[in-house]
């Protein structure tokens, strides 16, 4: 497979990267720099340039899509069928396919289901209005966008249908799971082989699960043929019935018994929409249709059985007419060959070759990888458990040996599997197409996982989840990361804000993965993002871990620390804290000489206030905002309004007055004397002041003070 990233084809579309690889085709993320826009293109694979059938089906894609002009089908903008590459340029959509989201889902809410399966009917009908049927609708071939929008992509084996009404149709080549019967049975399919696969596609994504599963397609295909799936209601019982009933009808074995068209379909989800208790009047469950009979492989050697639709064994008789038997053998050869995966014949001569006998043999040692059968047959391989046998081992074939067969033709090889196997570790180099082969051979479903990587080669396996060394059992899913050397990114998204479980789907839907998610405080709801570890609209790597905080309900709390000046007024004092008026913190005995001290305090919330006092006089208050980060505080200074009791210093002498006032806190500057006569009291001596002191009252240390002292007996009293 040519690998055009980085790559300009015709001069126009700038090749940036592999969103998609199918049978066929490569898809490609371009850059078109002529109309300025992002676009997809479909490049056919090397390998199938020479091939007729392949080049018919590629155009025949694009002849398809080039009539449609509708919002729900990806549109398609130009093509180019040269000799050396075959490309279609379409609308590049940015999203996941149908099969994804139900995957990640389990089951689709059904008011989502229905919102998807109107989009997916509208797109339909008018594809068949076009007269194209698409054949080959399902999951995996619907994309979904962000915002909800569906959109039907690949129209690679739809045929006109009116053009071709009266000639039998192709090979049945649709996927198994989801193909209506009749093109199981190689029949003339029209607009009603579409609903029965819309029918498959809205079971699966109300139950979550597909109608019919089995270990091989044969053996799917015969289920579609005979078996009525389990009701949706019986799955997940809470899905209304009338949406059920609208699922049975389109999935009616009978064309004859589903709807007409998708229009009429999607009238009934529109009537359904409008009254979801509704319960349809419908008596789709007779069958018109004579009973079938398929032929069942025989790998034990018994007499051959066969089973009606009620799945009754009935014994095939010897005397069965000739014409019968050629008639229940072509309609087996036709189920068989139409529907085993990939069962597509190409490069077929008109040289016949006579068909080994391969029983016995190991296919993974003596026939996978030897070119003197592999460029002879092209080889389908069905696996059956089987213990006693080694791994690969053939139990039977298809056709069986000395067959005259066309070169090229398919050669159905019948296996001895275990319930389990070694992941080896040449995987580990291989390219994804052998590695997708490799792993499908043996049983396992591969998950393709592009990953950067500056080491291995583009396009081959650096890992596989469960690791290479591992048993993994058969049926399992095996994820394959594949090389890629283009770093594809994605902007990241604003998380914070919403809940964890939409955070984690939003990253998911972009290709992102939750990386670790913490708990912490704050005063948003319990369960909200709070903080996320990448920036919104930072370009990241897709696959890129984001780590983010979730609020656990509870109010953060936090510190800040707060300086207080003491005042200056040579005494002793005792600090308060209050927060939000309660007492908070008591200092003991501080000395008020002018120094700065540090408190640090601790709370949550937003509004809260503080209060510091000394003395129960308030020297500081402000606000604090606890929640956030730093800590937000404001602060208001308040002039200390210091207060001590008056002394009596009457008698005492006049400087003795004054140092007991100065040390009790009041000012000398505030402390005034005067003289005055006295028969009675010796000159010097104070023998009153003002205000009067009475022990108890509380004065301001700034407060002015008047001593009256003696200046001993006046001269007339001499």
Not at 15 to 36: H, T
Not at 339 to 346: C, E, N, P
Not at 611 to 621: E, G, Q
Request: with cysteine.
């Amino acid at each position: 497979m040519d690998n055009f990233c980085g790559k300009r084809l015709d001069g126009r579309y700038e090749i940036m990267e592999i969103i998609g690889v199918g049978g066929m085709a490569v898809v490609y993320k371009a850059y078109d720099n002529i109309d300025d826009r992002i676009v997809a293109i479909k490049i056919l694979k090397d390998e199938y340039l020479t091939n007729d059938e392949f080049k018919r089906r590629f155009k025949n894609e694009s002849k398809a899509i080039a009539v449609l002009s509708h919002p729900n089908i990806v549109r398609v903008y130009n093509v180019s069928f040269g000799d050396r590459i075959q490309y279609i340029v379409m609308e590049y959509v940015d999203g996941i396919t149908l099969k994804e989201y139900i995957e990640q889902q389990g089951a689709v809410n059904w008011k989502e289901a229905v919102h998807f399966m109107s989009q997916i009917l509208a797109a339909l009908q008018h594809a068949h209005d076009k007269g194209i049927v698409h054949q080959d609708i399902k999951p995996q071939n619907i994309l979904l966008l962000q915002d909800g929008t569906i959109k039907v992509t690949d129209f690679g084996i739809a045929r006109f249908s009116r053009a071709d009404s009266n000639t039998t149709s192709e090979k049945a080549i649709g996927s198994v799971h989801y193909i209506s019967p009749e093109q199981a049975r190689g029949e003339v399919t029209d607009e009603k082989a579409d609903i029965y696969s819309v029918g498959v596609v809205l079971y699966e994504m109300l139950t979550g699960q597909l109608p019919f599963q089995s270990d091989n397609a044969v053996s799917v295909a015969i289920m579609q043929l005979q078996k009525e799936p389990k009701r949706p209601r019986e799955i997940i019982s809470t899905i209304p019935m009338g949406l059920e009933q609208i699922t049975m009808r389109a999935m009616q074995k009978s064309p004859n018994g589903r709807y007409g068209s998708a229009a009429e379909m999607l009238m009934d989800i529109n009537v359904f929409k409008r009254n979801p208790s509704i319960k349809f009047d419908y008596s789709y469950f007779v069958d018109q249709e004579p009973t079938k009979y398929i032929r069942t492989n025989n790998l034990s050697g018994r007499d051959q059985r066969f089973t009606n639709d009620n799945n009754t064994v009935v014994e095939e008789k010897s005397s069965m007419n000739k014409t019968t038997a050629v008639m229940l053998g072509a309609i087996a050869g036709i189920v068989v060959l139409a529907l085993v995966i990939g069962a597509i014949l190409f490069g077929t001569k008109n040289q016949m070759v006579e068909v080994p006998n391969f029983s016995g043999f190991n296919y993974y040692s003596q026939i996978e990888n030897e070119k003197k059968y592999t460029d002879i047959f092209t080889f389908e391989i069905e696996m059956v458990e089987n213990s006693t046998l080694d791994d690969g081992t053939v139990i039977s074939q298809d056709p069986i040996s000395s067959t005259k067969v066309k070169k090229g033709s398919v050669i159905t090889l019948t296996i001895a599997q275990k319930n389990s196997i070694l992941l080896d570790t040449s995987i580990v180099g291989m390219t994804e197409e052998k590695a997708k082969s490799y792993l499908n051979q043996r049983g396992i479903i591969s998950t393709i996982v592009t990953e950067y990587s500056e080491t291995v080669t583009p396009g081959c396996v650096i890992k596989t989840s469960p690791e290479v060394g591992s048993t993994v059992k058969i049926g399992s899913e095996v994820t394959v990361y594949i090389a890629t050397d283009t770093k594809e990114t994605v902007k990241m998204p604003t998380i914070e804000g919403t809940t964890r479980e939409i955070a984690e789907d939003y990253l998911k839907n972009l290709g992102l993965e939750p990386g670790v998610v913490t708990e912490v405080n704050s005063e948003l709801e319990k369960g909200v993002v709070v903080q996320q570890s990448v920036k919104a609209d930072t370009d990241v790597p897709v696959g890129s871990k984001i780590d983010f905080s979730v609020s656990n309900g509870i109010l953060p709390e936090s510190s800040v620390d707060v300086f207080v000046t003491l005042p200056s007024v040579n005494k002793t004092g005792i600090l308060k804290i209050y927060i939000n008026n309660a007492l908070y913190f008591t200092s003991e005995e501080l000395f008020l000489d002018g120094a700065t001290k540090q408190f640090t305090l601790e709370g949550s919330g937003a509004e809260n206030t503080y209060t510091i006092t000394i003395d129960d006089s308030p020297v500081k208050k402000g606000t604090i905002d606890f929640t956030q980060d730093p800590v937000a505080i404001t602060e208001e200074e308040i002039t200390f309004d210091n207060k001590v009791v008056l002394i009596n210093v009457e008698g005492m002498t006049e400087q003795e007055a004054i140092d007991k006032l100065t040390m009790a806190g009041f000012k000398k500057e505030n402390i005034e004397t005067v003289k005055k006569s006295s028969s009675t009291v010796p000159a010097g001596v104070v023998f009153s002041q003002v205000p009067t002191a009475d022990g108890t009252t509380k004065f301001s240390t700034n407060e002015s003070i008047t001593l009256v002292v003696s200046s001993g007996p006046s001269a007339t009293a001499n």
